[in-house]
């Protein structure tokens, strides 16, 4: 989605990914101030000049330090396959297609956003909001049936009060699975970003009782003093959407 939608960029590379760069042992560098820039933007950067995994993101030819994100959650959690169809929601700037495509190949991975993205070898990329009436059939005509994987990285923008960015974050979710419960196949996998506390009572129990297995995980990609987590919900049991569970 668009990145009023987003807290960041996500990264992706021409590799598959694994458990990311590690601790760096390199001097702190830092960001000297100028004119015009903000202390919270000098903060930033200086941030992301110590930051091992921007570096290494650089390094592996990775967009950004978040496809590491992803790459960690398929380590432990196994659900990017060759073959698997990969539909992947706010998919701007593109990296989680790319690691998706890497693994799972050519033709099996949908990138759809509000934005534009630049194009990426092997992914169907387009401008699409999840909450079109018309969504779920554009995705299954797009990549010729249900899809196996439905991926999430949306996050609205923080407004620095927890409970607010919370139950913001907690609707993109529910967006998200509402579609996912739509194109996913019998046995589909759903990833999703969440916020430190996890998932809200109804939308947990929702996914429990859709899915043979529903865990939370923060990847060590994701920076420490950061709320994010993922929710994982593996083998999705379809179910008629008249039924009022």
Same mark, same amino acid.
């Given at each position: /989605?668009?990145?009023?939608?987003?807290?960041?960029?996500?990264?992706?590379? #021409?590799?598959?990914?694994?458990?990311?760069?590690?601790? #760096?042992?390199?001097?702190?560098?830092?960001?000297?101030?100028?004119?015009?820039?903000?202390?919270? #933007?000098?903060?930033?950067?200086?941030?992301?000049?110590?930051?091992?995994?921007?570096?290494?993101?650089?390094?592996?030819?990775?967009?950004?330090?978040?496809?590491?994100?992803?790459?960690?959650?398929?380590?432990?959690?196994?659900?990017?396959?060759?073959?698997?169809?990969?539909?992947?929601?706010?998919?701007?700037?593109?990296?989680?297609?790319?690691?998706?495509?890497?693994?799972?190949?050519?033709?099996?991975?949908?990138?759809?956003?509000?934005?534009?993205?630049?194009?990426?070898?092997?992914?169907?990329? /387009?401008?699409?909001?999840?909450?079109?009436?018309?969504?779920?059939?554009?995705?299954?005509?797009?990549?010729?049936?249900?899809?196996?994987?439905?991926?999430?990285? /949306?996050?609205?923008?923080?407004?620095?009060?927890?409970?607010?960015?919370?139950?913001?974050?907690?609707?993109?979710?529910?967006?998200?699975?509402?579609?996912?419960?739509?194109?996913?196949?019998?046995?589909?996998?759903?990833?999703?970003?969440?916020?430190?506390?996890?998932?809200?009572?109804?939308?947990?129990?929702?996914?429990?009782?859709?899915?043979?297995?529903?865990?939370?995980?923060?990847?060590?990609? #994701?920076?420490?003093?950061?709320?994010?987590?993922?929710?994982?919900?593996?083998?999705?049991?379809?179910?008629?959407?008249?039924?009022?569970?």
């Amino acid at each position: /989605m668009s990145s009023s939608r987003k807290s960041g960029s996500k990264g992706g590379g #021409s590799k598959g990914g694994g458990k990311g760069p590690g601790p #760096s042992h390199r001097l702190k560098e830092r960001v000297k101030s100028a004119r015009g820039r903000t202390t919270s #933007s000098t903060r930033w950067l200086q941030r992301q000049v110590n930051d091992p995994y921007v570096a290494a993101a650089r390094a592996e030819g990775y967009r950004s330090r978040a496809a590491f994100k992803i790459a960690e959650l398929n380590e432990k959690f196994d659900f990017f396959k060759p073959g698997r169809k990969v539909l992947d929601l706010g998919a701007a700037p593109g990296g989680w297609c790319q690691v998706a495509v890497n693994i799972c190949g050519t033709g099996n991975v949908l990138g759809i956003d509000l934005q534009e993205i630049d194009p990426i070898v092997g992914a169907e990329l /387009m401008v699409l909001d999840i909450m079109d009436e018309k969504a779920p059939e554009i995705i299954k005509d797009a990549l010729g049936g249900p899809v196996d994987i439905v991926l999430s990285d /949306m996050a609205a923008a923080s407004m620095g009060h927890r409970q607010t960015d919370h139950i913001r974050i907690i609707a993109l979710c529910e967006a998200a699975l509402d579609l996912a419960y739509d194109v996913l196949t019998p046995g589909g996998d759903f990833i999703a970003k969440v916020l430190r506390g996890g998932t809200e009572g109804e939308l947990l129990n929702s996914m429990k009782a859709h899915f043979e297995k529903v865990r939370h995980s923060k990847p060590a990609a #994701s920076r420490q003093d950061s709320a994010e987590m993922y929710v994982v919900a593996t083998g999705f049991k379809p179910f008629d959407r008249e039924d009022p569970r």
